[in-house]
């Protein structure tokens, strides 16, 4: 008899339609093979948030029209009203996509502590190195995913839920031991995803760490010094790098003006918008908005934490 340990790194995954749980009220929860899928073939709009699970080959992609390949053994996490195009995949490679009325991780927080670090985070699109141990066990997860999909009673569900919420929580433990370089408080970490949770509802309006500051109990400086501790950005970098984040999906993806985007982000005046969006990217909005679907090809390393579609 196998033991449970080569039970687990063994599992093989054998899933070829697409698996979906949708009722009368909205709620939302499937998981499709990408390789089986011709619709994920163009450019969509994910209103969902996505996970990508990448247990073979390479996938090509574009997110908010910036071309990323994935390497094996990697999960990518992709928040809502984000645009993704696959370009090429192959078989072991999974979207899995649920909706906020089917589970909310915002009103569940303390259910899955994902809020702000695999979703809304300042990172955009969080990629995580997935290694033996945690591949085998999200494969096995997935299979008994695949099973209970094909469970049509009143229950299905409710146990759907458990088995996601159990799938986010594997990527949220990932994520803690990748993308921070130092041993942390487990209240230190809550912060920096309060922080990015309102920065995420706030930032079009507010761009000075002190209101942020304010609405977390801490004073600027003490805020700035607890990120430095975590060796990550500063506070007003990430407040900085979401709205350049913004502004790039606007001038590419709307028929809105320079003005009218200066506006919706909160500047007073186009200069100050122009001489912001020149001073992070060194290329000013009119030209951005001219070449913005000419950037170059990249490939990420599988040794990389995180990467950002703001680049």
């Not at 033991?3 to 009220?25: A, E, G, H, T």
């Not at 502590?113 to 290694?131: E, H, I, K, M, R």
Request: net charge positive; aromatic share 12%; proline share 3%.
């Amino acid at each position: 008899m196998r033991n449970k340990k080569s039970f687990l790194l063994n599992v093989q995954i054998n899933r070829n339609q697409p698996m979906k749980y949708q009722n009368n009220l909205n709620q939302l929860f499937e998981i499709l093979p990408l390789c089986k899928i011709n619709i994920y073939k163009k450019l969509t709009t994910c209103n969902a948030l996505t996970i990508l699970w990448v247990s073979s080959g390479k996938l090509h992609l574009q997110i908010d029209g910036i071309p990323y390949v994935i390497p094996k053994n990697t999960i990518l996490c992709v928040s809502p009203n984000q645009k993704i195009a696959i370009d090429h995949c192959e078989e072991g490679q999974y979207l899995v996509q649920y909706n906020q009325d089917f589970y909310c991780i915002i009103q569940h927080d303390k259910e899955v502590s994902c809020a702000g670090l695999l979703f809304f985070s300042p990172y955009q699109n969080v990629l995580l190195s997935v290694d033996e141990h945690w591949s085998g066990r999200i494969n096995l997860l997935l299979n008994i995913l695949e099973e209970e999909f094909t469970k049509k009673d009143s229950l299905q569900g409710e146990m759907l839920r458990v088995l996601l919420k159990r799938l986010i929580i594997t990527c949220t433990r990932i994520a803690k031991q990748q993308l921070f370089s130092t041993q942390f408080e487990l209240s230190e970490l809550d912060l920096f995803r309060h922080f990015s949770m309102l920065v995420e509802q706030h930032f079009k309006k507010q761009h000075n760490v002190d209101f942020y500051a304010k609405l977390l109990y801490k004073a600027p400086k003490t805020l700035s010094n607890q990120f430095a501790l975590l060796k990550i950005q500063s506070p007003s970098e990430i407040i900085h790098q979401r709205i350049i984040l913004e502004a790039k999906r606007l001038l590419i993806y709307t028929p809105m003006s320079c003005s009218e985007i200066a506006f919706q982000l909160g500047f007073e005046e186009l200069a100050h918008f122009s001489r912001f969006f020149k001073n992070k990217t060194n290329i000013n909005p009119s030209e951005f908005y001219k070449n913005g679907f000419v950037i170059e090809y990249r490939e990420n390393s599988v040794n990389s934490k995180a990467f950002s579609t703001s680049n």
